[in-house]
């Protein structure tokens, strides 16, 4: 009985707890009450916003299992522009060629400068869900219900989406980027410095990181190898990504070096198989077998999301039991919104136009 609605002020401890144990710590899922309470005030008056065009709104979805009560199981956001407040900070991953006829050498190097150039896209973030349902549908739930959202209120939104992936740790729990780069701008561990950035503001990303250009040659081993790297625990959210049609970029986040991959949403498999079909109830028993499919219904400040079958009358009704269209809160004869679950092969690949 899983569902995703926005959150409430009444699902503070749930995210607190969640903050508390996301793997890794997540910089936009900061386990600090005030800001998570910040971060519910902000997202109701988005979506009880009428908005035209995006800014800096946070839509902060729970997934909840009211067959226990209404527990609260995990939560994801998104960010309408990664930088709308102030500029969201990457590093962008280039090539120089140094050059030289006298001596006939010519090398390409490889660099890293810092960019905001992501700031206009919408960022899809602060993903953490209850581990006993990882490997379950609920990750795709809690994941592309998000997408289900955008796919309904496109003015909303940029035509660019993004996603962080938190970045490779050792196994001492440190990253290798932030030891070679950041540590010794800061003078702070690789978790303090996270820390810092969720609870404070992150302007002092641009008053003290080197604003030229890291030539990787010049950094450990450990840490080039780490540039672009997920985090093993977001190995597979990774790969549901790219089987969505989000592709790498040439950004990388700018304190561990994870991978950051972006799209065109009208490209993304959500986008282009999602369809609208009138809702007609149904007894459970009597549903004919079909593939799961992600449902939603059309009500901003009440969304709802959940995976239920696909399956449609002849007449292109999609036949919900009645336990589904409550879960909904929608009647007969209602439209939503229904994609298939089940994802294209995934293609690991950079953006054309970053190559």
């Not at 701008?185 to 030229?212: C, L, T, W, Y």
């Not at 190995?235 to 040439?250: D, N, P, T």
């Not at 995934?346 to 970053?354: H, L, P, S, T």
Request: hydrophobic share 45%; charged share 25%; with cysteine.
């Amino acid at each position: 009985m899983l569902v995703i609605r926005p959150v409430t002020m009444a699902d503070i401890d749930a995210l607190v707890t969640l903050a508390e144990h996301a793997t890794p710590r997540l910089t936009n899922l900061p386990a600090n009450r005030e800001r998570l309470e910040e971060r519910i005030a902000r997202s109701l008056v988005a979506f009880n916003g009428d908005i035209e065009f995006p800014g800096n709104e946070h839509y902060t979805f729970v997934l909840v299992d009211e067959a226990r009560g209404d527990e609260v199981l995990g939560t994801a956001t998104i960010r309408a522009q990664a930088g709308a407040q102030e500029a969201y900070y990457t590093y962008r991953q280039e090539t120089l060629i140094h050059a030289s006829q006298q001596l006939n050498v010519r090398r390409e190097v490889q660099t890293l400068a810092l960019s905001h150039e992501v700031s206009d896209a919408t960022l899809l973030c602060a993903y953490s869900l209850n581990p006993r349902y990882k490997g379950t549908s609920a990750e795709s739930l809690l994941r592309r219900a998000r997408l289900m959202f955008i796919a309904q209120y496109p003015e909303r939104f940029s035509r660019i989406l993004a996603v962080a992936f938190p970045g490779y740790l050792d196994n001492r729990n440190e990253s290798p980027f932030w030891e070679s780069v950041g540590h010794h701008f800061f003078a702070r561990s690789f978790h303090d410095i996270n820390h810092i950035a969720g609870v404070r503001s992150k302007s002092f990303i641009a008053e003290v990181m080197p604003q030229f250009p890291l030539y990787l040659p010049l950094l450990t081993p450990q840490a080039r190898a780490a540039i672009g790297r997920e985090h093993p625990a977001h190995e597979e959210a990774l790969q549901e990504m790219l089987a969505e049609g989000f592709v790498r970029s040439r950004h990388v986040d700018i304190f561990d070096a994870g991978p950051i991959v972006k799209a065109e949403r009208e490209r993304l498999a959500t986008f282009n198989r999602a369809a609208w079909h009138p809702v007609r109830l149904r007894p459970q028993e009597s549903l004919p077998d079909a593939e799961p499919a992600l449902i939603a219904n059309q009500a901003l400040g009440n969304f709802r999301c959940i995976v239920a079958r696909y399956a449609l009358s002849a007449t292109g009704q999609l036949m919900l039991s009645d336990a589904d269209a409550k879960r909904l809160g929608v009647e007969e004869g209602r439209a939503v919104l229904a994609a298939p679950l089940a994802l294209p092969s995934a293609v690991d690949a950079f953006d054309e136009g970053e190559i």
